[in-house]
């Protein structure tokens, strides 16, 4: 049976509803990342912790998101390697979610992800990727490998639009 192509999998996704999560015989990046992190309510969490965002009720409040939902994709995150958990409190035992090195590197998908809705979902965006040294507007976009002009998410800040 021959391979299909990775827009012929997500094609079949959309229109039966499923995606297989085995990938037997299937070479695609997209689909094996969708099965991490393409749920709604953990991209959202993963768009908070790089708002500031690391602690579970500012999770709650944010997103508004049930707490037991809340509780699933933090603990997948963490089993993804893309949060970790670290303990700031002993009494009551409380934790705070930070992004992995693995989690940081997803900025430069939900830039992209942003930056499409931006462009087609939304009239007036309500934020604006910056470079923090110059406060220049930044957009993902492809570049050579090897560029000595990518930045990094230390090198970026996502701010309301009109902020100075």
């Known amino acids: 049976m021959a391979q299909e192509s990775c827009f012929t999998q997500l094609l079949r996704a959309i229109l039966f509803g499923v995606l297989k999560s085995d990938y037997e015989g299937q070479i695609c990046s997209v689909a094996r990342a969708l099965e991490i992190v393409g749920e709604r309510w953990t991209l959202l969490i993963i768009r908070d912790a790089f708002l ?84 220049k507007s930044v957009i993902a976009a492809l570049v050579p490998a090897g560029s000595k002009d990518i930045l990094g998410a230390a090198d970026v800040e996502l701010v309301e639009r009109g902020a100075a």
Do not use: M
């Open 52 to 135: 500031g965002l690391r602690r579970f009720e500012e999770f709650q409040a944010s997103l508004g998101i049930a707490r037991n939902v809340l509780t699933q994709r933090l603990n997948n995150l963490v089993e993804q390697g893309i949060f970790k958990r670290v303990r700031y409190s002993e009494r009551p035992e409380r934790y705070e979610y930070r992004l992995t090195r693995k989690g940081r590197d997803l900025n430069i998908a939900l830039s992209a992800l942003r930056q499409w809705g931006d462009q087609h979902a939304d009239k007036k965006p309500p934020r604006v990727l910056r470079r923090k040294c110059d406060k």
